[in-house]
C-alpha cells in the first residue's frame, strides 16, 4: 500500500497587525456606531512573515505548549447550513473532541460562526446574541477574548456557579474546522506563544455590541512571532485554538489570522469554516 506524503510548504506573506489611529484606548464597534463615530480606531501594520507549513509535524505542537493543535476528527455534519443540526449534531461531537484532545472534564459552548467567502453566502451565520452578520476570514492578527473578558464569560453564562468553577482552572477553546472543501484561500495560521512577548504585544480593544461590552487582544508586530499552519486542511481535520488559560504555566493564548496564499490554485474553492468557541473547565 503506497502511503501518500505531502512536502512541507512553508508561505511567504503578510500580515495585518495592530497600529492606533488616534490616541483613544483602541475600539471596535459590532453593531452599528453612533452618527458621526468611526466604527474602530484600529489600523493595520502590514509585515511580511513566513508561516511554517506543520504538516506531518503535527505532533510538535499542543495546546499547553505553543497553545494550538491540530487532530484528526471527521464530522457527521458536512453542510453546515442548518442551525438545528449544527446544534444537535455538531455541538456534542466538539464536546467529545475538547474532552478526548484537551482532557475537559466539564464545557460550555457559548456561540459558533460560519464564515463564507460573500460569493457563496451573503453573510455569515452568527449565534452571538447581537445576531450581527459578519464576512468572511478575518485577515487581522487577533486574539478572541482579553483575560478579564474570558472571566466575565464565565460570569456571564455560567451564572451561580461562576465562583466556583473560576476557583480551578478554566480555558477557552476555539474548535476551527473547514468546511465541504480543503483550506486553499485565506487559510489560517496561529502564533506559538512561547514567541510571545505578552506585555508588549496584547493591546486589549473594547468590542462594543448593542446591548453590552466585550474585550479582545489586537497584537503588535513582533520579529520574534513564530507562524504556523496546515496545509490543505480537509473538513476532517480541526484546530484548537487556545484563547485563553488560567494557568500561569501553559501556554495561555494563541494569535491567529487569516492570510494570503499566493500559491494556491485560482481556482480553487473559496475557504468555508465554522468555528466554536467553548469554555472548558478541568474540575469537573
Not at 502511503?3 to 489611529?21: C, G, K, M, Q, W
Not at 472543501?181 to 455590541?209: F, G, K, M, Q
Request: hydrophobic residues 30%.
Amino acid at each position: 500500500m503506497t502511503i501518500e506524503v505531502h512536502a512541507p510548504r512553508d508561505v511567504h506573506t503578510t500580515l495585518n497587525y495592530f497600529t492606533p489611529l488616534t490616541d483613544e484606548p483602541p475600539y471596535m464597534y459590532v453593531s452599528e456606531p453612533p452618527t458621526s463615530v468611526p466604527r474602530t480606531n484600529v489600523g493595520s501594520d502590514i509585515h511580511p512573515v513566513v508561516i511554517h507549513d506543520v504538516r506531518n509535524k503535527e505532533d510538535t505542537v499542543g495546546l499547553d505548549t505553543t497553545g494550538f493543535q491540530f487532530v484528526k476528527y471527521p464530522s457527521a455534519e458536512k453542510l453546515f447550513e442548518d442551525e438545528e443540526r449544527v446544534r444537535n449534531v455538531y455541538y456534542p461531537e466538539v464536546e467529545e473532541i475538547l474532552k478526548k484532545y484537551a482532557a475537559a472534564k466539564r464545557v460550555f459552548i457559548f456561540d459558533h460562526t460560519i464564515r463564507r467567502h460573500p460569493t457563496q453566502h451573503e453573510k455569515v451565520t452568527s449565534t452571538n446574541s447581537d445576531k450581527t452578520p459578519q464576512r468572511g476570514p478575518v485577515q487581522r492578527v487577533h486574539v478572541d477574548q482579553t483575560y478579564t473578558a474570558a472571566e466575565e464569560r464565565v460570569r456571564l453564562h455560567l451564572g451561580d456557579e461562576a465562583e466556583r468553577l473560576l476557583k480551578g482552572r478554566y480555558r477557552i477553546i476555539n474548535v476551527w474546522r473547514p468546511i465541504l472543501n480543503p483550506v486553499a484561500h485565506n487559510p489560517l495560521a496561529v502564533a506559538d506563544y512561547r514567541s510571545l512577548d505578552p506585555e508588549r504585544d496584547l493591546v486589549p480593544t473594547r468590542h462594543i455590541y448593542a446591548n453590552r461590552e466585550g474585550s479582545t487582544f489586537a497584537v503588535r508586530h513582533n520579529p520574534n512571532h513564530k507562524w504556523y499552519y496546515l496545509s490543505d486542511q480537509t473538513p476532517d481535520e480541526v484546530t484548537l485554538i487556545k484563547c485563553f488559560d488560567s494557568d500561569l504555566d501553559k501556554a495561555r493564548l494563541t494569535p491567529h489570522s487569516a492570510f494570503q496564499d499566493n500559491t494556491s490554485p485560482k481556482d480553487a474553492p473559496q475557504r468555508q469554516s465554522i468555528e466554536v468557541r467553548v469554555l472548558v473547565f478541568d474540575a469537573e
